[in-house]
């Protein structure tokens, strides 16, 4: 089973939607992030978490929310999704400190009609 | 500000030849990584390299902090190592790695 988790792996999806992409980890890492891919680009961080009561804004927020339920699960949520979120959505985690290794989920395929 | 730029953005190989990548960063790193992102999407470790070198397989990876750049290097390459390749920068440890836009690499056979 891989490390870190995340479900659905495809989503097909209508405007106005609301979805929720989930990740669980087994590493023991407390620092989870979401990432967002788009077709051709590189990575592009929309939150992360240093802990369970430790939440920041990544560079592109705006439209997405996310919960951090307990250190392993870590959810990203769209409240109402729009044709400009289909993109290709990645977890990663790291453990505290300067030397933690960045770790991926397989990803999640979203797709907005 | 913090900047990790990667070069060259594209590279287009015949099997079987070597390449050498570049990730130059702005500032001094606490962590520096390279991921590879095979064609089904998946990112896969390479390197944890903040400094030195490393060996694995045909791939290695040398990292000189002090003039801020890091090289992937891929010998004898094969289309399976075809996707994209990203480097990732740790600045500090209390913010997130910062990503390069990545080289897309095509090997043909």
Same mark, same amino acid.
């Given at each position: 089973d891989a490390d870190v988790?995340?479900?659905?792996?495809?989503?097909?999806?209508?405007? +106005?939607?609301?979805?929720?992409?989930?990740?669980?980890?087994?590493?023991?890492?407390?620092?989870?992030?979401?990432?967002?891919?788009?077709? +051709?680009? +590189?990575?592009?961080?929309?939150?992360?978490?240093?802990?369970?009561?430790?939440?920041?804004?990544?560079?592109?927020?705006? +439209?997405?929310?996310?919960s951090r339920q307990a250190q392993a699960k870590f959810s990203l949520s769209l409240e109402s999704a729009i044709p400009n979120q289909t993109a290709l959505y990645f977890c990663a985690t790291r453990r505290t400190g300067d030397s933690g290794e960045l770790f991926f989920g397989e990803g999640s395929r979203l797709t907005v009609l | 500000g913090i900047q990790v730029e990667q070069s060259p953005p594209d590279l287009i190989l015949q099997e079987g030849a070597n390449s050498t990548l570049?990730?130059?960063? &702005?500032?001094?790193?606490?962590?520096?990584?390279?991921?590879?992102?095979? /064609?089904? *999407?998946?990112? #896969?470790?390479?390197?944890? #390299? /903040?400094?030195?070198?490393?060996?694995? *397989?045909?791939? &290695?990876?040398?990292?000189v902090a002090t003039e801020r750049y890091s090289l992937l290097y891929i010998s004898s390459s094969q289309t399976t190592d075809s996707g994209v390749y990203f480097c990732a920068a740790l600045f500090s440890g209390n913010t997130p790695l910062v990503f390069g836009k990545g080289t897309r690499l095509s090997v043909i056979a």
């Open positions: 988790t995340q479900t659905p792996r495809n989503r097909i999806t209508k405007t +106005g939607k609301r979805i929720m992409l989930e990740c669980s980890q087994t590493k023991g890492h407390d620092r989870m992030y979401w990432y967002r891919q788009d077709p +051709g680009l +590189g990575l592009r961080l929309i939150y992360y978490s240093f802990d369970v009561k430790d939440i920041n804004k990544g560079e592109i927020s705006d +439209g997405y929310s996310v | 570049r990730c130059n960063f &702005s500032d001094s790193v606490n962590n520096l990584q390279w991921f590879h992102q095979n /064609p089904w *999407g998946q990112l #896969i470790n390479l390197f944890y #390299i /903040p400094s030195g070198t490393k060996q694995n *397989g045909r791939l &290695s990876a040398t990292t």
